[in-house]
């Protein structure tokens, strides 16, 4: 199988540096990170792909049994890195992507060498002693709305999402990236995400891991950024003067100094 194509993969930046996997969440596709890109492109070969369900990755690629867990997503990031043979490479990951870099590094550990989390939740649902941010119901509710009316739910759901009601061009924006993704793929990786639980996950990272959260985000409260920071060794924890679940978005030149912060300083 051609891997390249299936993933819709793009290589960019300079190609003696380091490289630097770019990889989006939920609804969106790579063209997410097009503010990012040109703060990384001079010193950083920047690789980029889609999720096969997103953006224009190859549709006939899909397989709802692969993808009914983060497993999947994250076997579509090895095979990335494998076809590229990339090593040591920098994973960053947004939202759900951030913990499908989890699991992809411990698939191959020699393949990524540390990891940017923009936004993680490794879990959504609240139990006793963990708040994620939703509980049971709220979760449930929000899948049968998504199933039942997918367009619908986009245009309601994405300017909550983004917030910056301020900025309404950012919640129209990921609107239209939600409603450009064949809805049957979406409400498989939803299912996948909204129900995921990767929080033990987290003991296994063991290369340096940048986490950044915003300081309002009702997707991954604050108190998700601290929970992961504080399962992760040695993490670094930066808080962004952003609002909203897409702060490379929001608030590129922020975003885009931490990452890069991170990555000169990496060994």
């Given at each position: 199988?051609?891997?390249?194509?299936?993933?819709n993969?793009?290589?960019?930046?300079?190609?003696?540096?380091r490289?630097?996997?770019?990889?989006?969440g939920?609804?969106c596709?790579q063209n997410?990170?097009?503010l990012?890109?040109?703060a990384?492109?001079e010193d950083?070969?920047?690789?980029?792909?889609?999720?096969?369900g997103a953006?224009?990755s190859?549709l006939t690629?899909?397989?709802?049994s692969?993808?009914?867990?983060?497993?999947?997503?994250?076997?579509?990031v090895?095979?990335?890195c494998?076809a590229?043979?990339l090593?040591?490479?920098?994973f960053v990951g947004?939202?759900?992507?951030?913990?499908?870099?989890?699991l992809?590094?411990?698939?191959?550990?020699?393949?990524?060498?540390?990891l940017v989390m923009?936004a993680?939740s490794?879990r959504?649902?609240?139990?006793a002693g963990y708040r994620?941010?939703?509980?049971?119901?709220?979760?449930?509710?929000?899948?049968?709305?998504?199933?039942s009316?997918?367009?619908?739910?986009?245009?309601?759901?994405?300017?909550?999402?983004?917030?910056?009601a301020?900025r309404?061009?950012?919640?129209?924006?990921?609107?239209?990236?939600?409603c450009?993704?064949?809805?049957d793929?979406?409400?498989?990786?939803?299912?996948?995400?909204f129900l995921?639980d990767?929080?033990?996950?987290?003991?296994?990272?063991t290369?340096p891991?940048?986490?950044?959260?915003?300081?309002?985000?009702?997707i991954?409260?604050?108190?998700?950024?601290a929970?992961v920071h504080?399962m992760?060794a040695?993490?670094?924890l930066?808080t962004?003067?952003a609002?909203?679940h897409?702060?490379?978005?929001?608030?590129?030149e922020?975003?885009?100094?931490?990452?890069t912060d991170f990555?000169?300083r990496?060994?």
């Amino acid at each position: 199988m051609d891997i390249e194509r299936r993933n819709n993969v793009t290589v960019t930046g300079n190609p003696r540096g380091r490289a630097v996997v770019l990889a989006h969440g939920f609804g969106c596709d790579q063209n997410m990170w097009r503010l990012t890109v040109p703060a990384l492109a001079e010193d950083y070969r920047v690789v980029l792909f889609d999720y096969v369900g997103a953006g224009r990755s190859d549709l006939t690629a899909f397989s709802e049994s692969r993808y009914a867990s983060l497993d999947g997503y994250a076997r579509d990031v090895v095979d990335v890195c494998e076809a590229l043979d990339l090593r040591d490479a920098v994973f960053v990951g947004h939202s759900v992507s951030a913990m499908i870099g989890v699991l992809a590094a411990g698939m191959a550990p020699e393949r990524i060498g540390a990891l940017v989390m923009v936004a993680p939740s490794p879990r959504y649902i609240d139990e006793a002693g963990y708040r994620g941010g939703f509980s049971a119901e709220d979760i449930d509710e929000l899948l049968e709305s998504l199933e039942s009316n997918y367009l619908g739910w986009s245009a309601a759901m994405a300017p909550v999402i983004m917030g910056n009601a301020d900025r309404p061009e950012l919640g129209e924006e990921l609107t239209n990236s939600f409603c450009a993704t064949d809805p049957d793929m979406a409400r498989v990786f939803a299912r996948t995400t909204f129900l995921s639980d990767s929080r033990d996950d987290l003991r296994t990272v063991t290369v340096p891991t940048l986490i950044l959260e915003c300081t309002q985000d009702v997707i991954a409260p604050r108190e998700v950024g601290a929970f992961v920071h504080r399962m992760i060794a040695d993490s670094k924890l930066v808080t962004l003067d952003a609002t909203g679940h897409c702060p490379h978005l929001s608030a590129p030149e922020a975003t885009n100094e931490a990452i890069t912060d991170f990555l000169v300083r990496l060994p």
